[in-house]
């Protein structure tokens, strides 16, 4: 099984910074990508951004040039960098990991952070 550990939502004022972290630990053989999708109220979940194994990052046309995802392949966490927030950004952030485990490739979600922009 693949635990994930979010954390850094928050309140923010329009224009502001957050950053997100999630640190995913169990039995991981290898990490395939890690991800951020969120989800505002009455909404489907969406992608935000994702970054693969190899270093290669995709990011939702709404946070091009705002959002930075990276990660720490030491410590099997990925974070998100989100700068000059916007009140649309508001959602619950969802961290995504697709993990090689000893029972297969599978993909585990996080328990979600709040991130409000408000003024």
């Known amino acids: 099984q693949v635990q994930l550990v979010e954390s850094g939502g928050g309140l923010v004022q329009p224009g502001g910074s957050l950053r997100l972290s999630c640190a995913a630990s169990?039995?991981?053989?290898?990490?395939?990508?890690m991800g951020w999708y969120r989800q505002a109220p009455g909404k489907q979940r969406e992608l935000v951004a994702i970054?693969?194994?190899?270093?290669?990052?995709n990011y939702a046309d709404s946070v091009k040039g705002r959002f930075t995802i990276s990660r720490d392949n030491a410590k099997n966490t990925v974070y998100l960098q989100m700068n000059s927030l916007k009140l649309e950004d508001t959602a619950v952030y969802y961290c995504?990991?697709?993990?090689?485990?000893?029972?297969?490739?599978?993909?585990?979600w996080g328990q979600g952070t709040q991130v409000t922009v408000s003024s």
């Open positions: 169990g039995s991981i053989s290898s990490i395939v990508s």
């Open positions: 970054i693969t194994s190899g270093g290669s990052t």
């Open positions: 995504n990991v697709v993990a090689a485990t000893a029972w297969g490739t599978r993909g585990s």
